[in-house]
């Protein structure tokens, strides 16, 4: 479920562990001491991210799954999301208090505020050929509810 993987990185210590675990593959004790966790802490937080299926260990060694890739990525795109938040504020303002914007005209101003260009293509719409994609208000609606 979704919120079980967001619960697995919602805190400070759990997302920082997450990132350096998808930058290196440092051994426990370097992880522990590195984050100023205790064993217990650091057990419990890589037993949430590993039951959320974003980490996996091998010969002793933390690593990311493939869908902890997915996430991780993910994770950046929020954060340039957050870093850019006055910008996307300020369009929102424009585009919302002037009346008659044309698509153009919002464009221009998403390409000259925006310098991201993954953030770029989600407010301009483009690159949207997500098969899955026709269905996001039906899943918004009913998402999945299994255990």
């Not at 299926?53 to 954060?79: H, P, W």
């Not at 690159?127 to 039906?138: G, L, M, S, V």
């Not at 899943?139 to 299994?146: C, M, Y």
């Amino acid at each position: 479920m979704v919120s079980d993987i967001l619960t697995a990185i919602s805190d400070d210590k759990s997302l920082l562990l997450f990132n350096t675990i998808a930058l290196s593959s440092c051994n426990t004790d370097i992880l522990i001491t590195k984050l100023g966790l205790t064993r217990r802490q650091y057990y419990s937080r890589m037993s949430d991210l590993t039951n959320a299926g974003l980490v996996k260990r091998s010969n002793g060694k933390y690593s990311l799954t493939s869908f902890g890739k997915v996430v991780y990525e993910a994770q950046l795109l929020i954060e340039k999301a957050k870093q850019n938040f006055w910008k996307l504020r300020a369009i929102d303002s424009v585009c919302s208090s002037a009346h008659g914007l044309s698509p153009e005209e919002r464009g221009k101003i998403i390409e000259t505020l925006i310098v991201e260009d993954d953030l770029k293509e989600i407010l301009l719409g483009r690159n949207r050929t997500n098969p899955f994609e026709k269905n996001i208000n039906q899943r918004l609606i009913e998402p999945d509810l299994k255990p």
